[in-house]
């Protein structure tokens, strides 16, 4: 059962010990590395995941305050036509009529209105002699207008309305050619 091993084949034995030895604890080091590596591999995935997250966030705080900001919109296109009917019915009560307790009433009916849209944001824009824009106006006609110039406003046939750089109803105008 037991074997007796030779002096030749226990001086083998012990050479062949030290170099198993010494491959398992060079790979020890080689584990550790890889390791190391897909430690640092996990920990950029991890990096960019976070990352990727507070874009999110705030891509999504911007939205909602976007959303919050513009989600009346359509409140206000309905009201503008109102507020255009003010104005032209002011433009027409002739001076003598102006002092009268009723016209005074409807013009702060009118005030209230524009305070109303302007606590909201919006604001009135394109005036005669403005240089014309096809993001803010709408052309309606051209007339010779040696005054004014060539490609400005002449005259605004319906106002313009923005919120903040957002265009909510584009100003008619006529344009000087």
Same mark, same amino acid.
């Given at each position: 059962?037991f074997?007796?091993?030779?002096p030749?084949?226990?001086?083998?034995?012990?050479?062949?010990?030290?170099?198993?030895?010494?491959?398992?604890?060079?790979?020890?080091?080689?584990?550790?590395?890889?390791?190391?590596?897909?430690?640092?591999?996990?920990?950029?995935?991890?990096? &960019?995941? &976070?990352?990727?997250?507070?874009?999110?966030?705030?891509?999504?705080?911007?939205?909602?305050?976007?959303?919050?900001?513009y989600?009346?919109?359509?409140?206000?296109?309905?009201?503008?036509?109102?507020?255009?009917?003010?104005?032209?019915?002011?433009?027409?009560?002739?001076?003598?009529?102006?002092?009268?307790?009723?016209?005074?009433?409807?013009t702060?009916?009118?005030?209230?209105?524009?305070?109303?849209?302007?606590?909201?944001?919006?604001?009135?824009?394109a005036?005669?002699?403005?240089?014309?824009?096809?993001?803010?106006?709408?052309?309606?006609?051209?007339?010779?207008?040696?005054?004014?110039?060539?490609?400005?406003?002449?005259?605004?046939? &319906?106002?313009?309305?923005?919120?903040?750089?957002?265009?909510? &109803?584009?100003?008619?105008?006529v344009v000087g050619?």
């Open positions: 059962m074997t007796k091993t030779t030749d084949e226990t001086k083998l034995e012990e050479e062949i010990k030290p170099s198993v030895v010494s491959a398992t604890e060079s790979e020890e080091p080689v584990e550790s590395n890889s390791n190391c590596v897909k430690c640092e591999e996990y920990l950029n995935l991890a990096k &960019r995941a &976070r990352a990727d997250y507070e874009n999110l966030k705030k891509e999504n705080e911007k939205w909602k305050q976007d959303f919050i900001k989600a009346h919109e359509g409140l206000v296109l309905e009201l503008l036509p109102v507020l255009d009917n003010f104005h032209e019915a002011m433009s027409h009560i002739p001076e003598a009529e102006k002092v009268k307790d009723w016209v005074i009433g409807i702060y009916i009118k005030k209230q209105l524009e305070d109303f849209l302007k606590a909201q944001g919006v604001e009135i824009y005036v005669s002699g403005d240089k014309f824009d096809p993001n803010y106006h709408e052309a309606i006609s051209e007339v010779n207008d040696l005054t004014i110039g060539s490609g400005n406003i002449v005259k605004v046939i &319906r106002r313009g309305y923005k919120q903040g750089a957002k265009v909510v &109803r584009a100003a008619q105008v050619k």
